[in-house]
């Protein structure tokens, strides 16, 4: 029978609890917890940094069980976040109600959960799993090699047989469990197959497949023994467009522990799979080249629990949706996202762009346009996730579940990979992008510049290709079984060509193309692209550039890349607009503060198209989005009507820059906390504490005016004092701050500096209350990166967990008032 808690705010002191000693003592900055948000779960999680060791604490035994160990060991900087996006794989096969995916020995944990179909046919249906089968196994490895490249640049890890003789793909996105040997008991997805091998990890494959990386803590050796099962799912009702073998699916709320690891450089990224607890390389997409020099933190991922408006559309376009029962002044629900929940159109997610009183505008266009039939809801975007550094610059990050990469800019307006010639499938999700198609008489073989994916084997796969000069070689095609690999197909033309294929078009450092595009002539002009110069490393370089020209299917850049973009590469389009930049003078055009250097000097860049009040910027920070010094950043010292004065080095007319809110560089201690489930302002503000000895009034991010807004009460602790009494919500240390949001109105915090109490703000009223204390001193100055209070929800009551930092392995709890 759940409890229910009679204590009463004002009445009740709070209850402590002595737990079970921790697993490692709390020293330095090696320690950090994070629950489910709202402590919904009965879990929290508990990473050391300095020992790479992850454990899980249990509320209802109040035990703890390690956890496989991530890739990597941190520098005692480490940040976790979580996201509600689950279990993610591929479809092997499809009944009327079910699928065959791949089998892992916890599966049973999906049943009840709900399955959403992601990506290729069936996409945006959901379903709800009735039950999973015993894994089936379908064949047998002994290895005889093995090839691991986890944590290279190389990123692949190879099994291989060279007794076997399969098919190529025959077991695509099926599952490897190595029984006997070397590397017992560990699990794995097959990404694809060569007739000897099984490939399990490729980053070649990153924004193609999720879970391409995963990482193998014990590598198998040769004689080895491993088996290749599959599961098949059972769900509540019938498909309604069958998935095939290039669908996708993802286990909805699942969740995932993202860790952030303050080593190599930029920084380590790695997810941590809650249902099957696997550890997925991430490649690390982005501007920052370097450490973070003190502190970090990283909020969002997560929806509230109910919707801030659920209604029915009244008309839609491409790009474009309305609801005339319910209009709403502009920004209202920018940076929020929309799902159609039933009607035409059923399943769709889009982020909403802009809002205003007549429609919403969103990011991509829909798949099936919505109508009047389709209800919809707005919700805080669960696809985003926020984060800051500390000491060295003010910018606030943006990390893109769906596409996997980080940037600086609030959504995407499209994505693809480079090519100049493709093939595509009205059963593929993703273009093919193609480096060569050779003939023998009118026999083609197409050569594709990574693993295609395609399961011949299966299904009979009719292909488009398009991209060579010679028009016999472009056309609609059945692909044929063999020859066949992981990276060939070859098909049946028409005639016979007179020479091996060539393609139409060339890349260069200045212009590449997506020969499966049709633009709009310079629709992109003065947006920004991000291009990655590789798709085969875990950590490929990035160039930030502004888009100077487009045509149906190139883009043309402003400055030459460092390299000339190839087959595959990853390339994204982004708004020109940047978060958090400053609006202190207004939104006209010759006040914005973000825009194209027009000449540049030494520590010195000129917009012409500005109109600034003289010294108006002065002390803010100047970042480089794209171009020429793309990600450097500066206090700006003088400015006039339209040149800055910043210490960022020397400019150039490739050069795309940003003045960044009223925010100071953030320092050791440093606190955000997204506030998705609140009473009111439902996911409309993160909230904000820079850390540091500097004083500071409250300041907090709205995200749908991307704009930082200061107000007058202290948020969490000004960290004035030089010294902390315990007796005010101030800090005096440089570090040791964490926070806490509950889920709901509560942000509870610990201003560091050796204090002893926790407070919380009331989101409701904007007031610093107490909310309990150690029960014993506690040393947590210089406790950076990491976070040492939790929630969790134990038969309906809520628990502040926390842990007793400095040389101890005491932790305790108590129940919060309401």
């Known amino acids: 029978m759940a409890l229910t808690s009679n204590v009463k705010a004002g009445l009740d002191l709070p209850v402590y609890e002595f737990l079970r000693p921790n697993l490692f003592t709390n020293t330095g900055n090696s320690a950090g917890l994070m629950s489910i948000p709202g402590g919904k779960d009965r879990f929290m999680y508990w990473y050391r940094a300095d020992a790479g060791s992850m454990q899980r604490y249990d509320a209802y035994s109040d035990s703890f069980v390690r956890m496989a160990y991530p890739p990597q060991a941190s520098n005692n900087l480490s940040s976790m976040f979580y996201t509600t996006k689950g279990y993610c794989g591929s479809v092997i096969t499809s009944s009327v109600s079910g699928l065959s995916i791949a089998a892992y020995d916890g599966s049973q944990f999906f ?61 695509e996105n099926f599952e490897c469990k190595v029984v006997f040997g070397t590397g017992y008991g560990q699990v794995r997805r097959i990404l694809y197959n060569t007739n ?116 029915n559309v009244t008309s839609a376009s491409s790009l474009f949706f309305a609801d005339s029962a319910n209009p709403f002044d502009l920004y209202t629900y920018d940076n929020y996202q929309v799902k159609i929940l039933s009607g035409t159109g059923t399943g769709q997610i889009r982020h909403i762009v802009s809002t205003a009183l007549s429609g919403y505008t969103i990011d991509l266009p829909w798949d099936v346009v919505p109508d009047q039939t389709s209800a919809y809801s707005i919700n805080n975007n669960t696809r985003i996730v926020y984060g800051m550094g500390g000491t060295t610059d003010s910018r606030l990050y943006n ?136 798709q085969t490393n875990q950590a490929p370089t990035l160039n930030a550039r502004i888009i ?35 609006q ?17 000097g030494l520590n010195s860049l000129t917009d012409n198209t500005k109109n600034w009040a003289t010294n108006v910027h002065v002390n803010k920070r100047c970042l480089i989005i794209a171009g020429t010094l793309a990600g450097t ?39 955000l906390d997204y506030a998705s489930n609140t009473t009111t302002n439902k996911g409309k503000y993160l909230y904000f504490n820079r850390g540091g000895a500097v004083a500071m009034y409250g300041q907090r991010y709205n995200v749908s005016t991307m704009a930082w807004e200061t107000f007058g009460y202290n948020l969490f602790a000004s960290n004035a004092p030089a010294q902390n009494t315990s007796e005010y919500p101030y800090g005096g240390s440089n570090g040791g701050q964490c926070s806490l949001y509950d889920y709901k109105d509560r942000i509870y915090f610990n201003p560091g500096g050796n204090s002893r109490l926790i407070y919380y703000l009331d989101l409701t009223n904007m007031q610093i209350y107490n909310g309990g204390f150690y029960p014993y001193t506690s040393s947590n100055s210089g406790y950076t990166g990491t976070r040492h209070i939790a929630m969790l929800n134990v038969d309906g009551l809520k628990f502040l967990y926390y842990h007793r930092c400095g040389s101890t392995f005491d932790m305790y709890r108590h129940m919060v008032t309401f």
């Open 399 to 534: 990390y893109h579940v769906e596409y996997d990469f980080w940037s600086h800019h609030p959504y995407v307006q499209d994505y693809g990979h480079v090519n100049t010639a493709y093939a595509t499938s009205t059963a593929f999700e993703f273009p093919i992008p193609l480096v060569s198609i050779s003939r023998t008489g009118n026999q083609a073989v197409a050569v594709a510049s990574r693993a295609h994916l395609i399961n011949s084997n299966l299904q009979s796969v009719t292909l488009n290709i398009s991209g060579s000069t010679d028009p016999l070689y472009n056309g609609t095609f059945a692909v044929s079984a063999s020859p066949f690999s992981a990276t060939t197909f070859q098909y049946i033309m028409g005639g016979t060509p007179a020479a091996n294929a060539t393609f139409g078009y060339t890349n260069s450092t200045t212009r590449f193309f997506d020969a499966t595009k049709a633009w709009t002539v310079n629709q992109w002009v003065s947006s920004i692209c991000y291009v990655f110069n590789t």
């Open 111 to 171: 049943v009840g959960k709900r399955i959403r179909i992601t990506k290729g046919p069936g996409k945006n249906q959901e379903r709800t799993i009735l039950s999973v089968s015993a894994p089936v196994t379908v064949d047998r490895m002994v290895l005889t090699a093995v090839t691991n490249n986890q944590g290279t640049n190389a990123g692949t890890v190879i099994f291989t047989d060279t007794l076997k003789s399969m098919s190529a793909n025959q077991y």
């Open 633 to 671: 950043e500066a206090t700006i010292t003088a400015n006039t009507n339209n040149t800055l004065t910043t210490a960022i080095g020397t400019p150039d007319t490739t050069s795309v820059y940003v003045i960044l809110g009223a925010l100071p560089v953030a320092a050791a201690g440093i606190l």
């Open 196 to 311: 000897n091998a099984i490939t399990i990890a490729d980053p070649g494959l990153a924004g193609v497949v999720y879970n391409h990386s995963p990482h193998v803590p014990t590598s198998p050796a040769a004689n080895s023994i491993v088996l290749i099962q599959s599961s098949n799912i059972i769900v509540d009702s019938p498909w309604t467009i069958l998935p095939t073998s290039d669908s996708q699916f993802e286990i909805l709320d699942t969740g995932k522990v993202s860790l952030i690891h303050n080593v190599n450089s930029p920084f380590s990224f790695f997810e941590y799979d809650l249902a099957t607890q696997m550890v997925d390389y991430k490649t690390i997409y982005g501007l920052r080249t370097s450490q973070f020099a003190t502190d970090y933190a990283f909020t969002g991922g997560y929806t509230s629990e109910t919707p801030s408006i659920s209604a």
């Open 548 to 582: 100077q020209a487009n045509d149906r299917n190139s883009i043309t850049v402003r400055g030459a890349l460092g390299f000339t973009p190839s087959a595959g590469c990853r390339y994204f389009i982004l708004p020109l607009m940047p978060m958090g930049y400053d």
């Open 584 to 600: 202190l003078e207004g939104l006209s055009a010759t006040k914005l503060t973000y825009g194209v250097c027009s000449t540049g």
